[in-house]
């Protein structure tokens, strides 16, 4: 652990997240090489180069340090006033006169110091002697390496968790999928079999169809506001999807399974959700940067996953009332089940993949509120200035629970089924060793063009070449029969 110096508590927010988008930077695109670099020397023995290695990743953060401001400009943006600051240091419980003491030239002599303590003082002296003060102290910059793993873990921790009951909120309806199956396994020819349905006695469309006009409209964003919160996805709504898909997209194959290509679709789509990528690097800088002094920001920032994630839940309910709608309106009876279509149209901007979008920046926020609580309060204690008062605090847990569990009992169920009622299906329609075959065969078909197109190319160059040759020839021909006056 790095030695004293200003803690993040009494960093700017400007500096921290300044510094935090500088280290994600570099993580991203250096830090692989060096991993990657460390195990060739270590597999090679070449242990020299290796500790060589370490050094220069010790200098690179030393070099952070070393970059100085004026007093003044370190005040501005503080997380905590400058009067809150405690007598004790929060971690080592160092006095503050013995603060100074530390990084007074004389006491890097002191027989009981370490060479690590020496070096994390360095920095602070080297800026002190210009009447400056470091951008970001080693003690703080350390922290935020901390916060940034925590981060992390706890992302990849919760979408885990998020997708593991979700996961089992789906893995319920598969007794409707084989009860389906078991009922067109009894009829003789499902395909020919037909039989009349009036539209607006179905449950599916009695249970969201209210009318036609600017009032029923209404109405039925606010039904699909609490549908939400109940029941997400009941075997009607199940039963109806799942005939528009197959009637959709593979109307010969009326037994095809639909639960395991809504499970294989589900799972897929939140491999992508685990990763964290540049664009919620760069709203955890801006939150880094909102958390000053008394405005209090983690508390508001904590209300943003919860409201994009109603905002979701509720426009998902409302393509379902928007489906049965649209049934209702067009037929008051038909011949055979009712079929629903699905269409892009339905889906904000026409684009099913932007839920997906949506759905991982929710969870990535409500991660990095809970990785900020624990983070403060294991880093610096429960009663610090960073952390706030009880009666923000407990919202902020509260509000996030709520989301974890809304997310994965509600609307990740809900997404899952919904997603598949665009214009297009998902390649999960196929088992993975289908899916690794027909991209073989596509990228050897693409090849196949590609040199049936050269070959054309050469063919078309020859052919030119000849008839050139050819007319050339002729002409030469006529010239030598051309008669002589």
Not at 7 to 12: A, D
Not at 128 to 149: D, M
Not at 316 to 332: C, S
Request: hydrophobic letters at 45%.
């Amino acid at each position: 652990m790095a030695g004293g110096g200003t803690t993040i508590e009494y960093t700017p927010t400007w500096v921290v997240g300044g510094v935090c988008s500088v280290i994600v930077v570099i993580s991203l695109t250096v830090e692989r090489l060096l991993h990657k670099l460390g195990k060739l020397l270590k597999k090679k023995n070449q242990r020299n180069l290796y500790e060589a290695l370490q050094k220069i990743k010790e200098v690179c953060q030393g070099f952070i340090s070393k970059i100085c401001i004026p007093k003044k400009l370190a005040k501005t943006w503080l997380p905590c006033r400058e009067n809150q600051r405690t007598k004790l240091h929060p971690i080592h419980g160092i006095k503050k006169d013995d603060l100074e003491f530390l990084s007074n030239p004389s006491f890097h002599f002191h027989p009981r110091v370490g060479r690590h303590l020496l070096a994390s003082e360095s920095g602070e002296y080297y800026c002190k002697k210009q009447g400056k003060v470091p951008l970001l102290s080693e003690t703080a910059l350390h922290h935020l390496h901390i916060f940034i793993f925590v981060l992390a873990v706890s992302h990849v921790t919760f979408c885990a968790l998020t997708v593991i009951f979700g996961g089992a909120k789906i893995h319920q309806w598969r007794k409707w999928e084989e009860s389906i199956i078991e009922e067109l396994q009894a009829s003789e020819n499902p395909v020919l079999e037909r039989k009349l349905t009036n539209v607006r006695e179905h449950d599916f469309v009695k249970n969201r169809f209210l009318g036609v006009g600017k009032r029923h409209a209404i109405i039925g964003w606010m039904q699909a506001f609490c549908k939400q919160f109940f029941v997400s996805v009941n075997k009607a709504d199940y039963t109806t999807l799942r005939h528009g898909f197959v009637m959709n997209h593979c109307r010969t194959n009326p037994k095809f399974n639909f639960h395991n290509y809504v499970t294989r679709a589900f799972e897929a789509d939140f491999k992508k959700v685990v990763g964290i990528s540049w664009h919620l690097w760069v709203i955890v800088v801006i939150f880094l940067l909102a958390n000053v002094q008394d405005l209090h920001a983690y508390f508001w920032i904590s209300f943003v996953p919860l409201i994009l994630l109603i905002c979701v839940g509720t426009k998902l309910q409302h393509i379902l009332t928007q489906l049965a709608q649209d049934v209702a309106e067009k037929h008051m009876a038909v011949e055979g089940d009712l079929v629903v279509k699905p269409s892009d149209d339905h889906f904000w901007l026409h684009k099913p993949k932007l839920v997906l979008t949506l759905i991982h920046i929710i969870l990535f926020q409500n991660s990095f509120e809970l990785a900020v609580f624990f983070w403060i309060l294991v880093q610096y204690g429960f009663h610090s200035c960073i952390m706030g008062s009880v009666e923000y605090i407990i919202p902020r847990l509260v509000i996030g629970v709520f989301v974890h569990v809304l997310c994965s009992y509600s609307i990740l169920p809900l997404y899952a089924i919904v997603v598949q009622m665009g214009s297009k299906f998902k390649k999960a329609i196929f088992k993975e060793n289908i899916q690794e075959g027909l991209i073989h065969w596509a990228k050897k078909a693409r090849k196949n063009i590609e040199r049936r197109n050269r070959l054309d190319g050469h063919l078309s160059r020859s052919s030119s070449l000849a008839s050139m040759l050819s007319r050339s020839y002729s002409s030469t021909f006529s010239s030598f029969r051309k008669p002589s006056n």
